[in-house]
């Protein structure tokens, strides 16, 4: 078992930055691929950035160059920072976890509670 908790959302003026970060617990944090979705209003929920065990990232288009993920093993934490935030960036964003990698097609095992992200001025 793995417990995710999310924190750092909040409001942020276009332009602006934020950093979410995740803290897991429960297991062993380093054999887990890491990821970061987000879901808007009315949308689906969407992949937005992931790192795998060894470190090796992999971005949607839409954030590409903005938003970076990172992780801290020896504090059991991932992080995605978020910068030139746009107002289409306003979502709740959740943490997951799955041993191996996530991808488009691997689903996670796990995930947090999410944070709200708006993005307005």
């Known amino acids: 078992q793995v417990q995710l908790v999310e924190s750092g959302g909040g409001l942020v003026q276009p332009g602006g930055f934020l950093r979410l970060s995740c803290a897991a617990s429960?297991?062993?944090?380093?054999?887990?691929?890491m990821g970061w979705y987000r879901q808007a209003p009315g949308k689906s929920r969407e992949l937005v950035a992931t790192?795998?065990?060894?470190?090796?990232?992999n971005y949607a288009d839409s954030v590409k160059g903005r938003f970076t993920i990172s992780r801290d093993n020896a504090k059991n934490t991932v992080y995605l920072q978020m910068n030139s935030l746009k107002p289409e960036d306003t979502a709740v964003y959740y943490c997951?976890?799955?041993?191996?990698?996530?991808?488009?097609?691997?689903?996670?095992?796990?995930w947090g509670q999410g944070t709200q992200v708006t993005v307005s001025s």
């Open positions: 790192i795998t065990s060894g470190g090796n990232t």
């Open positions: 997951a976890a799955r041993p191996g990698r996530i991808t488009t097609a691997t689903m996670p095992n796990y």
């Open positions: 429960g297991s062993i944090f380093s054999i887990y691929g």
